[in-house]
């Protein structure tokens, strides 16, 4: 069993940048597959950028590029850095660990807001 704890939400200008953080505990994030996803109102959650295991990651077209998924498995923390956000990434960011990368895990954190004004 593993906790998740997200932070780093914020409002932010177009343009700008964000990091969020999410910190386990419970379990050692090394053994899971770590996931960002991102929910809007009145959308469905969606994958925003994956980090297996080892060194493979994936993101989201949308956000290819400006996105950037880390692991430090020492801190047991992965990170999302988000860079030239633009309004349409407003959305609650969501923490994710699972065992495979091509669905969702069954572990979640309660979310960040994110906002990006225009």
């Known amino acids: 069993q593993v906790q998740l704890v997200e932070s780093g939400g914020g409002l932010v200008q177009a343009g700008g940048s964000l990091r969020l953080s999410c910190a386990a505990s419970?379990?050692?994030?090394?053994?899971?597959?770590m996931g960002w996803y991102r929910q809007a109102p009145g959308e469905q959650r969606n994958l925003v950028a994956l980090?297996?295991?080892?060194?493979?990651?994936k993101y989201a077209d949308s956000v290819k590029g400006r996105f950037t998924i880390s692991r430090d498995n020492a801190k047991n923390t992965v990170y999302l850095q988000m860079n030239n956000l633009k309004p349409e990434d407003t959305a609650v960011y969501y923490c994710?660990?699972?065992?495979?990368?091509?669905?969702?895990?069954?572990?979640w954190g309660q979310g960040t807001q994110v906002t990006v004004s225009s």
């Open positions: 419970g379990s050692a994030l090394a053994t899971y597959v």
């Open positions: 994710n660990a699972g065992q495979t990368s091509t669905t969702a895990g069954r572990f």
């Open positions: 980090a297996t295991r080892g060194v493979i990651t």
